[in-house]
T-cell receptor, first 115, second 112 residues
Framework: NAGVMQNPRHLVRRRGQEARLRCSPM?????VYWYRQLPEEGLKFMVY????????ESGMPKERFSAEFPKEGPSILRIQQVVRGDSAAYFC?????????????FGPGTRLTVT | QQQVKQSPQSLIVQKGGISIINCAYE??????FPWYQQFPGKGPALLIA?????SEKKEGRFTISFNKSAKQFSLHIMDSQPGDSATYFC???????????FGEGTQLTVNP
């Protein structure tokens, strides 16, 4: 059973470009969470999605950031017009959220560098 | 009220010693408390988790102690090994599957 997959692992973008980060959850998991980790800091929640639904986006910046989890395919975190402050590691986690099992399993992350 | 405070920020332990990391929370609605281990360049890996209906949970060398009245919980690593050197994060959430609120992390170094 493959773990949470994220790609690309490393992404370099110039200021003003768009960044697209992809996350495929573990098999059997239909809930995806995105977190951001700035250098030397802890993880901060961004958004929680189920298939075709955004459940909680209270951690998402109001502008330039969006996320989706379509019926088919991976979840995508999209950052438009990137700025240097967007440089960070972006992790997604998946969970089955069934019964009493709410454990979140993390992917390896995408390290975004904005030049 | 959503914060989780973690200490110490860094910890150095000799091989074979006990590593202790502490966390405190404020939101009484939290009822799921996991610990994650993260190596440089990797994603956080779930180590062990506890719910407030028990005061202690042990898995191998890792033990969580939970004090509901004090709103504190801690991770104990017994017989610490150099391979345990990593950053450890405590977290908290509501068991309804909502987001995790993480502590600031503790960088553990176990000297050989």
């Amino acid at each position: 059973n493959a773990g949470v997959m994220q790609n690309p692992r490393h992404l370099v973008r110039r200021r003003g470009q768009e960044a697209r980060l992809r996350c495929s959850p573990m098999k059997g998991h239909s809930h995806v969470y995105w977190y951001r980790q700035l250098p030397e800091e802890g993880l901060k929640f961004m958004v929680y999605l189920q298939k075709e639904n955004i459940i909680d986006e209270s951690g998402m910046p109001k502008e330039r950031f969006s996320a989706e989890f379509p019926k088919e395919g991976p979840s995508i975190l999209r950052i438009q017009q990137v700025v240097r402050g967007d440089s960070a590691a972006y992790f997604c986690a998946s969970s089955p959220n069934l019964g009493s099992n709410y454990e979140q399993y993390f992917g390896p992350g995408t390290r975004l560098t904005v030049t | 009220q959503q914060q989780v405070k973690q200490s110490p920020q860094s910890l150095i332990v000799q091989k074979g010693g006990i590593s202790i990391i502490n966390c405190a929370y404020e939101n009484t609605a939290f009822d799921y408390f996991p610990w994650y281990q993260q190596f440089p360049g990797k994603g956080p890996a779930l180590l062990i988790a506890i719910r407030p209906d028990v005061s202690e949970k042990k898995e191998g060398r890792f033990t969580i102690s939970f004090n509901k009245s004090a709103k504190q919980f801690s991770l104990h690593i017994m017989d610490s090994q150099p391979g345990d050197s990593a950053t450890y994060f405590c977290a908290a959430s509501k068991t309804s599957g909502s987001r995790l609120t993480f502590g600031e992390g503790t960088q553990l170094t176990v000297n050989p």
